[in-house]
Nanobody
């Protein structure tokens, strides 16, 4: 059974940084697209970033471009989300998701309904 486990969330001041990790068990990320989504209180879940494990293609929401970086570690079967220059509006539960496919377009990568597996989420809180 595939499990995605996020870690690295926490409380940070505005302008600070955090690195989220998403580790998989029961599944290797080859031939997969990994995405990060987030959900703030009272809001719908929204796309943050995604990476094609096969091709290394990356996508970002406009709100995080230039501040967040998605990367992967093949040996550790882990995907990371480096978040810099954090803002209070980045406060949310961050979820990792995976779809077993080599490639997704930017539009497809942003559609949460296309992902096969989800983690439980990790809380990120950015204080002023």
């Amino acid at each position: 059974q595939v499990q995605l486990v996020e870690s690295g969330g926490g409380l940070v001041q505005a302008g600070g940084s955090l690195r989220l990790s998403c580790a998989a068990s029961g599944h290797t990320f080859s031939r997969s697209v990994l995405g990060w989504f987030r959900q703030a209180p009272g809001k719908e879940r929204e796309f943050v970033s995604a990476i094609s494990w096969t091709y290394g293609t990356t996508y970002y929401a406009d709100s995080v471009k230039g501040r967040f970086t998605i990367s992967n570690n093949y040996a550790k079967n882990t995907v990371y989300l480096q978040m810099n220059s954090l803002k209070p509006e980045d406060t949310a539960v961050y979820y990792c998701a995976a779809r077993v496919i080599n490639y997704m377009t930017s539009v497809e990568a942003g559609r949460e309904g296309l992902y096969d597996y989800w983690g439980q989420g990790t809380q990120v809180t950015v204080s002023t």
